[in-house]
C-alpha cells in the first residue's frame, strides 16, 4: 500500500499539478495572480473536489482515477476559462486537503 502511495506522489500528483503551469503557458497573455483568488466558484468547486477526494483517500485505484480527473478538469478551465480560473481552482483543491487531511496532504504534496 504503501509503495503505491509513493507511485502516486511521485509520479501522478507531479504530473497533475504540473499540468496547469503547462496550460497556463498557452495563456501567457492572461497573468495568474497566486496571492489572492479571483474565481471564487473555480476556488470553491476544487474545495469541493477536494472532499470528495479526500473521502475516497483508502481506495486507491479511485483516488489514482480521481487524481487524473482533477488534472483534466485543471486542463480543461485553464482552456476555457483561462489560467486565472484553473489555478483558483487547483488551489481551492489542494488548500481543501491541506486543512482536513494530513495523512493525505503529506502523500500527496
Do not use: W
Amino acid at each position: 500500500m504503501r509503495k503505491t502511495a509513493s507511485i502516486i506522489a511521485s509520479v501522478l500528483l507531479p504530473a497533475v499539478m504540473a499540468g496547469c503551469s503547462c496550460s497556463e503557458a498557452a495563456h501567457s497573455a492572461t497573468e495568474v495572480d497566486s496571492t489572492r483568488v479571483r474565481d471564487k466558484h473555480a476556488y470553491a468547486l476544487g474545495q469541493e473536489h477536494g472532499a470528495e477526494t479526500v473521502a475516497i483517500q483508502d481506495n486507491q485505484a479511485e483516488l489514482e482515477d480521481r487524481l487524473l480527473d482533477v488534472r483534466a478538469r485543471i486542463s480543461n478551465i485553464s482552456s476555457k476559462l483561462g489560467a486565472q480560473s484553473a489555478h483558483d481552482y487547483e488551489r481551492g483543491f489542494t488548500d481543501y486537503i491541506r486543512a482536513n487531511s494530513d495523512s493525505l496532504a503529506r502523500r500527496l504534496f
